[in-house]
Structure formats: C-alpha cells, structure tokens
C-alpha cells in the first residue's frame, strides 16, 4: 500500500476519540483492584505540581471530644497539604508496525488503521503509567520507614502479617487493597496455598475484563494480590512485597493523550510516525512529594524515596506498608 494511501485513512481526531481515558484502564490494578485509587477528572492547567488539602479529622482544640451538635467552627481541625508531581510520558508509534499488525485484505479499512493505531497508543499509555505508579509505591514506601517490617527471614505468615501490624491500631486500614510483590514471591506464596484464586465477585468494567480474559485476581490476607516484576529487587533472596490499602493512591487528569502524526526525517526513511504526550498526576493520600517538580520527571525520581515525605499526622495514616521478607 503506498504511504499517501495510508495518510489517508489516518484520523487523528478518531484515534485520540478511541483512546480517551480508557488507557488508563488497562492496567492490571486499575481493573481488579479500583478500590485503592482515588480518581479525579479534573484538569490540569499548568504547571508541574498540584495540590490538595485534606482534612485528616477534627477535635477539640484541647484534644476534648467534640459534643453533638457543636458548631464546627469551635472546634481545632487537623489538616495536611500534599503536592502530587505532574507526569509526561512520550513515545512514537511507526506507521510500518501498525501495517504490520492489519491483515493484507483489512488495509483498505480506515477504522481498522485507527483501531490499531488506538490500540497502540492505548497499551502504551497504560505500560508508561503502570511504571510510574510502580515506582511511586516504592518511593513512597521507602520514605515512610515506621512503615516497614520485616527481616528478609522466610515468608512465613507471622512475618508477612508484620507488614499490617506496623502500621498499629490503623493496620486494618490495609485490607480490602491490593498486594504487589516480584513473581518470584507472587508463585511461591501461591504453591504455599497462602495466594488462593478469588472468588467472581467483581462487577461493572471488572466483571467484563474478567469475562473477556477468563482472568481473576488473587486473594491474599485481606486483598488482591498481584505480581510485578517491574518492582526492583531487594539485595540477595530476599523480596519486598508492598500492602496498599483502599482510597490510597490519588490519580488525577488521566484523559486522552495529545496526538501529531509527523512525517519520517531520518535518511532513506519514508511515513509516518505518531507521536503521543500522556499527561497525568499521582501520588499517595497523607504523603506529599517534595522536591522539584519538571517536566522530565522519570521513573527513578518517582522511586527515589527522599523525594517524598509524610504529609498526615503520622504515618501509621498513610495506606502503605512494605514488607522485607526470603523467597525460600
């Protein structure tokens, strides 16, 4: 098919219209385990940071326990600010491996070239923010040490359940989460019968993605479990595994991506590319990243756990546990 006929049926309006935000729901954690995100749609309209105030609960200003029907303006509120990093991610899309992917007697098909186009964009986005979610989880983690228990002695039950019991009186907190752990640990909890197979008892989008793959999620001390070998290695045989509990991870502006179809300048080289910027913001409720915020942020800043910092009144708060525990 010559390259002029393939610009043709190219619509770049229809490929980021297929896109929309569903690219951020391909990923693994977003499908069977939403209870942890907290979503917001808004916008983002400039700059590198953004920020929330919560308020974490309210008592009385000398620590007394507030009356029924006392007016909330009496009474002293506990707040905490958090800055969430804005995250860019950039990748190109060859013409010549989406022409791969269409069957010869399917070229012809306009939809067929956005679809894959869209499918394309689509798996990349959710690859992109899984990695950055990733390594967030470990930045964070790292950065909250009261957070985190463990030896690096055998995956016994006591030691992984020291993960919860770190975060004291507020460890129940973490169940009805996720679990995240390298494959390694992920296959040798599930022969040890500590991973068993969850029950369907998922509904809306979760139900149909598990319909369509015939895949579930794993139930694993109070949660889902699931394996990540983007997670970084411990020293050694030993395993971090990571408790994250409901409502924990803050999500925001995960819409369409920016799409430019660019012509190929390299020698000798002749189509089209699709360039794609993804623009979102992440980061963990009671947690506040401190550093510098850019446009260039990667992977290893997220994962690099002196740029974040406790934000909330104390950690136990904050939904995360990491867990130091042997692959044996």
């Not at 303006?73 to 958090?82: H, I, L, M, T």
């Not at 500590?194 to 139900?207: E, K, L, P, R, Y």
């Not at 590319?273 to 915020?293: D, E």
Request: hydrophobic share 45%; proline share 3%.
């Amino acid at each position: 098919m010559g390259q002029s006929e393939f610009a043709n049926v190219i619509s770049p309006e229809v490929i980021e219209s297929s896109i929309g935000n569903s690219w951020a729901n391909e990923l693994a954690l977003v499908k069977y385990a939403p209870q942890i995100f907290i979503k917001d749609s808004r916008p983002i309209t400039q700059g590198t940071l953004v920020s929330a105030v919560r308020n974490t609960f309210f008592q009385g200003e000398s620590g007394q326990a507030i009356g029924a029907g006392q007016d909330i303006s009496s009474v002293g509120r506990v707040q905490s600010k958090e800055n969430h990093p804005v995250i860019w991610r950039y990748g190109s899309i060859d013409e010549n491996d989406v022409i791969a992917e269409i069957a010869p007697k399917d070229v012809a098909g306009a939809m067929d070239v956005n679809a894959q186009y869209a499918q394309a964009g689509t798996e990349a986005g959710a690859q992109w923010l899984e990695d950055s979610l990733v390594s967030m989880i470990e930045g964070v983690a790292g950065a909250l040490t009261s957070n985190q228990a463990g030896s690096g002695a055998t995956a016994t039950l006591a030691n992984l359940i020291e993960g919860k019991a770190a975060l004291a009186d507020q460890g129940l907190n973490l169940n009805g989460g996720a679990a995240i752990m390298r494959s390694e640990l992920y296959w040798m909890l599930t022969a040890l019968g500590a991973i068993a197979q969850a029950s369907n008892t998922f509904s809306g989008q979760a139900a149909d993605e598990i319909l369509r793959t015939g895949m579930l999620p794993a139930n694993f001390l109070g949660g889902y479990a699931f394996p990540m070998d983007k997670l970084a290695a411990a020293p050694g045989t030993d395993h971090y595994l990571y408790f994250i509990g409901a409502q924990s991870i803050v999500l925001r502006a995960y819409s369409a991506p920016e799409l430019e179809f660019a012509r190929k300048t390299a020698l000798k080289q002749f189509g089209w590319v699709m360039n794609l910027k993804f623009k979102f913001a992440a980061g963990f409720k009671g947690v506040s990243w401190n550093a510098a915020g850019s446009d260039k942020l990667s992977d290893l800043d997220l994962s690099t756990s002196a740029n974040w910092t406790l934000a909330d009144s104390a950690s136990k708060y904050v939904r995360i546990a990491r867990v130091l525990t042997d692959n044996n």
